[in-house]
Protein backbone atom coordinates (compact mmCIF):
# COMPACT_ATOMS: atom_id res chain seq x y z
CA UNK A 1 0.00 0.00 0.00
CA UNK A 2 2.97 2.34 0.95
CA UNK A 3 4.72 1.76 -2.40
CA UNK A 4 1.22 2.15 -4.35
CA UNK A 5 0.64 5.46 -2.50
CA UNK A 6 4.06 6.41 -3.36
CA UNK A 7 4.21 5.75 -7.03
CA UNK A 8 0.53 7.69 -7.30
CA UNK A 9 1.74 10.33 -5.85
CA UNK A 10 4.99 10.51 -8.11
CA UNK A 11 3.11 10.00 -11.23
CA UNK A 12 0.22 12.86 -10.49
CA UNK A 13 4.01 14.65 -10.24
CA UNK A 14 5.05 14.57 -13.25
CA UNK A 15 1.24 14.84 -15.08
CA UNK A 16 1.05 18.22 -13.19
CA UNK A 17 4.83 19.41 -13.22
CA UNK A 18 4.08 21.57 -16.42
CA UNK A 19 1.94 23.47 -14.60
CA UNK A 20 4.07 25.18 -12.00
CA UNK A 21 4.96 28.32 -12.19
CA UNK A 22 8.40 28.63 -13.34
CA UNK A 23 9.30 26.42 -16.81
CA UNK A 24 12.36 24.56 -14.89
CA UNK A 25 13.57 23.23 -11.72
CA UNK A 26 17.10 26.15 -11.41
CA UNK A 27 14.12 28.97 -12.55
CA UNK A 28 11.47 27.46 -10.07
CA UNK A 29 14.30 27.63 -6.83
CA UNK A 30 15.37 31.47 -8.00
CA UNK A 31 12.21 32.25 -8.43
CA UNK A 32 10.91 30.84 -4.77
CA UNK A 33 14.14 32.09 -3.01
CA UNK A 34 13.47 35.87 -4.70
CA UNK A 35 10.18 35.87 -2.43
CA UNK A 36 10.19 37.14 1.44
CA UNK A 37 10.79 34.27 3.55
CA UNK A 38 8.50 33.36 6.28
CA UNK A 39 8.54 31.12 9.43
CA UNK A 40 6.89 28.02 9.75
CA UNK A 41 6.52 25.04 12.47
CA UNK A 42 6.04 21.91 11.50
CA UNK A 43 4.74 19.12 13.81
CA UNK A 44 5.38 15.16 12.34
CA UNK A 45 4.43 11.77 13.54
CA UNK A 46 6.28 9.37 11.49
CA UNK A 47 5.68 5.32 11.85
CA UNK A 48 8.07 2.95 10.05
CA UNK A 49 9.98 -0.36 11.06
CA UNK A 50 13.23 -1.84 13.30
CA UNK A 51 13.60 -5.08 12.08
CA UNK A 52 10.36 -5.95 10.80
CA UNK A 53 8.27 -4.20 13.89
CA UNK A 54 6.15 -1.14 13.83
CA UNK A 55 7.19 1.91 15.77
CA UNK A 56 6.49 5.57 15.33
CA UNK A 57 8.54 8.76 15.48
CA UNK A 58 7.69 11.91 16.46
CA UNK A 59 9.22 15.35 14.77
CA UNK A 60 9.00 18.95 15.39
CA UNK A 61 10.41 21.38 12.72
CA UNK A 62 11.32 25.03 12.72
CA UNK A 63 12.50 26.75 9.56
CA UNK A 64 11.80 29.34 6.46
CA UNK A 65 9.65 29.26 4.16
CA UNK A 66 9.20 30.81 0.90
CA UNK A 67 6.24 31.66 -1.06
CA UNK A 68 4.88 27.60 0.37
CA UNK A 69 8.01 26.59 -3.05
CA UNK A 70 10.76 25.80 -1.05
CA UNK A 71 11.24 25.71 3.05
CA UNK A 72 14.39 25.02 4.97
CA UNK A 73 15.00 24.65 8.70
CA UNK A 74 16.49 22.13 11.92
CA UNK A 75 14.09 19.91 13.45
CA UNK A 76 14.36 17.01 16.88
CA UNK A 77 13.12 13.62 16.42
CA UNK A 78 12.22 10.91 18.95
CA UNK A 79 10.79 7.45 19.46
CA UNK A 80 7.32 7.25 21.27
CA UNK A 81 8.40 3.60 22.61
CA UNK A 82 10.62 1.23 21.88
CA UNK A 83 10.95 -1.83 20.82
CA UNK A 84 12.31 -5.37 23.15
CA UNK A 85 15.78 -5.98 22.41
CA UNK A 86 17.84 -8.54 24.31
CA UNK A 87 21.14 -7.06 26.44
CA UNK A 88 23.47 -8.91 28.42
CA UNK A 89 23.95 -6.66 31.75
CA UNK A 90 27.13 -6.31 33.83
CA UNK A 91 26.78 -10.03 35.92
CA UNK A 92 26.61 -11.89 32.27
CA UNK A 93 22.75 -12.23 32.82
CA UNK A 94 20.01 -12.09 30.13
CA UNK A 95 17.81 -9.08 30.14
CA UNK A 96 15.06 -7.35 27.72
CA UNK A 97 15.75 -3.75 27.21
CA UNK A 98 14.01 -1.11 24.96
CA UNK A 99 15.22 0.28 21.81
CA UNK A 100 15.05 4.01 21.47
CA UNK A 101 16.85 6.84 19.11
CA UNK A 102 17.03 10.56 19.64
CA UNK A 103 18.24 12.83 16.70
CA UNK A 104 18.43 16.29 15.01
CA UNK A 105 17.92 17.04 11.49
CA UNK A 106 18.61 19.62 8.65
CA UNK A 107 15.63 19.44 5.92
CA UNK A 108 14.69 21.03 2.53
CA UNK A 109 11.62 21.17 0.89
CA UNK A 110 10.41 21.76 -2.50
CA UNK A 111 6.99 22.14 -3.80
CA UNK A 112 7.43 21.32 -7.16
CA UNK A 113 3.31 21.34 -7.80
CA UNK A 114 1.54 24.11 -6.45
CA UNK A 115 -2.54 24.49 -7.61
CA UNK A 116 -4.69 26.71 -4.64
CA UNK A 117 -4.48 24.69 -1.55
CA UNK A 118 -3.18 21.63 -2.63
CA UNK A 119 0.94 20.74 -2.30
CA UNK A 120 2.85 18.00 -3.74
CA UNK A 121 6.55 18.42 -2.29
CA UNK A 122 9.85 16.62 -1.67
CA UNK A 123 10.94 16.66 1.14
CA UNK A 124 14.77 15.32 1.99
CA UNK A 125 16.44 15.53 5.35
CA UNK A 126 19.72 14.25 7.15
CA UNK A 127 19.89 13.70 10.88
CA UNK A 128 22.30 12.94 13.51
CA UNK A 129 21.85 11.65 16.89
CA UNK A 130 21.78 8.74 19.07
CA UNK A 131 20.28 5.23 19.84
CA UNK A 132 20.99 3.20 22.76
CA UNK A 133 19.29 0.25 25.16
CA UNK A 134 16.78 1.54 27.92
CA UNK A 135 16.70 -1.47 30.53
CA UNK A 136 14.69 -2.10 33.32
CA UNK A 137 16.43 0.70 35.55
CA UNK A 138 15.81 3.12 33.36
CA UNK A 139 20.02 3.31 32.80
CA UNK A 140 21.24 3.96 29.33
CA UNK A 141 23.05 0.72 27.79
CA UNK A 142 25.11 0.26 24.15
CA UNK A 143 24.94 3.82 23.31
CA UNK A 144 25.92 4.63 19.74
CA UNK A 145 26.66 7.62 16.85
CA UNK A 146 23.57 6.75 14.05
CA UNK A 147 23.51 9.31 11.00
CA UNK A 148 20.50 8.90 8.68
CA UNK A 149 18.99 10.46 5.42
CA UNK A 150 15.41 10.56 4.42
CA UNK A 151 14.00 11.07 1.21
CA UNK A 152 10.09 11.31 0.54
CA UNK A 153 7.25 12.68 -1.23
CA UNK A 154 3.96 14.33 0.71
CA UNK A 155 0.79 15.68 0.06
CA UNK A 156 -0.63 18.29 1.24
CA UNK A 157 -3.76 20.51 2.01
CA UNK A 158 -3.84 24.03 2.98
CA UNK A 159 -6.83 25.93 5.29
CA UNK A 160 -7.31 28.45 6.87
CA UNK A 161 -4.48 30.35 5.40
CA UNK A 162 -2.63 29.47 8.06
CA UNK A 163 -2.43 25.69 8.60
CA UNK A 164 -1.79 22.70 6.28
CA UNK A 165 -2.11 19.16 6.63
CA UNK A 166 -0.60 16.27 4.56
CA UNK A 167 0.59 13.06 4.34
CA UNK A 168 3.77 11.68 3.79
CA UNK A 169 5.80 8.40 2.64
CA UNK A 170 9.18 7.90 2.37
CA UNK A 171 12.25 5.83 3.44
CA UNK A 172 15.05 6.03 6.34
CA UNK A 173 18.24 5.31 5.25
CA UNK A 174 21.32 4.64 7.76
CA UNK A 175 24.32 6.12 6.49
CA UNK A 176 26.06 5.23 10.03
CA UNK A 177 24.16 2.89 12.40
CA UNK A 178 25.07 1.90 15.83
CA UNK A 179 26.85 -1.23 15.38
CA UNK A 180 26.42 -2.13 19.31
CA UNK A 181 22.60 -2.75 18.78
CA UNK A 182 21.93 -5.69 16.48
CA UNK A 183 18.61 -3.94 14.33
CA UNK A 184 17.81 -3.01 11.38
CA UNK A 185 16.86 0.60 10.99
CA UNK A 186 16.97 1.20 7.31
CA UNK A 187 12.71 0.97 6.44
CA UNK A 188 10.08 2.77 4.46
CA UNK A 189 8.27 5.30 6.46
CA UNK A 190 4.81 7.07 6.84
CA UNK A 191 2.73 8.75 8.90
CA UNK A 192 0.96 12.66 9.05
CA UNK A 193 2.37 16.39 8.71
CA UNK A 194 0.67 19.34 10.08
CA UNK A 195 2.30 22.76 9.37
CA UNK A 196 1.49 26.30 10.95
CA UNK A 197 2.28 29.81 8.88
CA UNK A 198 3.66 31.77 11.74
CA UNK A 199 4.99 34.16 8.98
CA UNK A 200 1.44 34.85 7.49
CA UNK A 201 -0.25 34.90 10.96
CA UNK A 202 2.11 37.34 12.35
CA UNK A 203 1.12 39.88 9.35
CA UNK A 204 -1.77 39.71 9.71
CA UNK A 205 -2.43 40.39 13.06
CA UNK A 206 -0.26 42.97 13.05
CA UNK A 207 -2.79 44.89 10.35
Known amino acids: ?19 AQPPSLSDSL ?12 KFQAQNT ?13 VGRSHS ?3 AYGGGLH ?33 AFYHDKDWRIILPVQIGAGTSWL ?12 VLLYEPSM ?4 GFLDYF ?4 QVGLRLMLINNHAIDKQFTAPTWGLRFRVKLGKLRQDLEQ
Not at 6 to 16: A, E, M, R
Not at 49 to 61: A, E, H, V, Y
Open 134 to 145: LNDDNERRNAGF
Open 49 to 61: FITGQPIRTLGLK
Open 30 to 41: IWAFEQPANWLV
Open 78 to 110: WMTRGIESELVNDEGALRIADVRMLYGSAFFEY
Open 164 to 167: AVGA
Open 1 to 19: MIRTFSLLLFFIGLSTAAK
Open 154 to 157: ALEY
Open 68 to 70: DRV
